[in-house]
């Protein structure tokens, strides 16, 4: 596991820069050092599976933080946001009658990309907030500099959530009865639940159907969940990154699943390079510029072997744009013979921003956008994958809209995220309603 792998020497965009060499050098020689976080076998085990969701046997569900941060690394935050994507899966298995595969944007979460190099506020001018990977979102000069120590410390936050992570979802916490019980109290106590009282009440009928038939199998008491991030910052994944000694081949230990974001997909740059030699599946975000041959070249360099479940491409178009500009994508992929996962991020290409200046995103347009992305695939005859969502397990003011009727005024009350706004709890569960009941009536 030790072998040292050469990166060569490309343009990497979106990297800080360290002030401090020698404490750059000593925490990627920490970073070396340290054991994984997560096993090849788990990760090929996870291409598998996205395998069968590139087939349309299964479908995959994404969530998490924008930016977790070291302050919400607490087992009730961890385990909210753990219940939010468990519940959401629970009535899109009902909904889309498929398998989901339950993948958390958590546990390595910590590095973003940001538009601006720097942020003025009252005409003072400091560094961005780049994640609690690399400096502190206070406004404060000390705060906003660039700490390679910070690289280490994300690397043992994401080891404790992931610690959590794995004993709730193999311990019994994550029973799919008990998933049921507090989608049953959310639809008992919340006005959102009650619109979708007949879908929940399905879901109760199946199961005891099950039960009735004797059926408790293992799927039941125990699920699979695999952690998801963007690998952004090449300093923390290089050194996370090592040759298995099954395979002899490279594999990054940071996550199961790493993303290439839309800032950093150049093609002949470091982030394309990384994850064309990580043995991880992988995802490449594609925003409403990408062109078809764009995509069809991602394909060949990122998975020249056709390997089905290597690759996902996370589509992010905004809702005016997502029925225009996927369709021409797809059917050159489709031309191309490349088995990708299609998964809809609804939230990234539909950001705005408020009269009374929050960052928010309208519950409607995120819907518009996912039932966008169905409508596109169902014309084309293709899979639509699955979804990838930025969601917080609290009660958080940060998106406006859904049933709750969350409005631009309540935005004030708690808006939390270090970064891009979240689906509330409340919200997210809806949106999974939403799409089970889009899925059913059809
Ligand atoms: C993100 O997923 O938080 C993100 C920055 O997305 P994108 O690269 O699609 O803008
Ligand atoms: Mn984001």
């Known amino acids: 596991m030790t072998a040292q792998i050469s990166w060569p020497n490309l343009p990497a965009a979106q990297q800080p820069e360290w002030p401090d060499s020698a404490a750059l050098e000593y925490a990627q020689q920490r970073l070396r050092s340290m054991p994984p976080l997560v096993f090849a076998g788990e990760c090929d085990t996870l291409t598998d599976r996205l395998a069968d969701v590139a087939a349309g046997k299964a479908f995959v569900l994404m969530g998490g933080d924008c930016a977790e941060t070291f302050v919400a690394n607490t087992a009730d935050s961890i385990k909210a946001r753990l219940q939010t994507v468990l519940q959401m899966a629970v009535v899109l298995t009902y909904g889309a009658s498929l398998p989901v595969v339950k993948v958390g944007r958590m546990a390595g979460q910590y590095f973003k990309p940001r538009s601006k190099p720097t942020e003025v506020r009252d005409g ?17 000069a000390d705060a906003r500099r660039v700490n390679a120590a910070r690289l280490v410390e994300a690397y043992h936050a994401s080891c404790s959530t992931l610690n959590l992570v794995r004993a709730f979802t193999q311990g019994g916490f994550a029973d799919l009865r008990m998933v049921h019980s507090w989608n049953q109290s959310f639809v008992g106590s919340s006005p959102v639940g009650q619109h979708y009282e007949k879908v929940a009440s399905d879901i109760d009928r199946a199961l005891a159907f099950m039960s009735a038939c004797g059926r408790d199998p293992d799927e039941f008491r125990r699920t699979e969940f695999f952690a998801a991030h963007e690998a952004l910052v090449l300093d923390y994944e290089r050194p996370l990154t090592r040759i298995d000694s099954r395979t002899g081949k490279p594999y990054s230990v940071s996550g199961h ?40 070249e991602l394909a060949n360099k990122l998975n ?22 996927l369709p021409a994508i797809v059917q050159a992929i489709e031309e191309s013979g490349h088995p990708v996962v299609w998964c809809c991020d609804p939230m990234h290409g539909n950001t705005k921003e ?9 519950y409607d347009e995120v819907i518009d956008e996912v039932f966008g992305f169905f409508e596109v695939h169902r014309s084309l005859g293709t899979h639509p994958g699955g979804l990838h969502i930025e969601l917080t397990g609290d009660d958080v003011t940060e998106c406006i809209g859904g049933v709750s009727g969350l409005s631009e005024l309540d935005l004030e ?4 995220t270090a970064c891009d706004p979240r689906l509330n709890r409340e919200q997210s569960v809806e949106l999974a309603f939403h799409v089970a009941d889009m899925l059913l009536k059809r």
């Not at 009350?413 to 939390?416: C, G």
């Open 354 to 362: 408020t009269s009374n200046g929050y960052k928010t995103r309208s």
């Open 304 to 325: 020249p072997h056709k390997i089905p479940g290597r690759l996902t491409f996370i589509t992010r178009m905004g809702h005016g744009q997502i029925r225009t500009v």
């Open 413 to 416: 009350d708690r808006y939390e």
């Open 257 to 296: 699943f790493l993303w290439i974001g839309e800032r950093t997909r150049q093609m002949d740059g470091a982030h394309i390079d990384f994850a064309a030699t990580i043995h991880n599946p992988i995802g490449v975000k594609l925003g409403p510029t990408t062109t078809p041959e764009l995509a069809v």
């Open 124 to 140: 003072v001018e400091l560094p961005s907030y780049k994640g609690d990977g690399i400096n502190e979102i206070e406004f404060e």
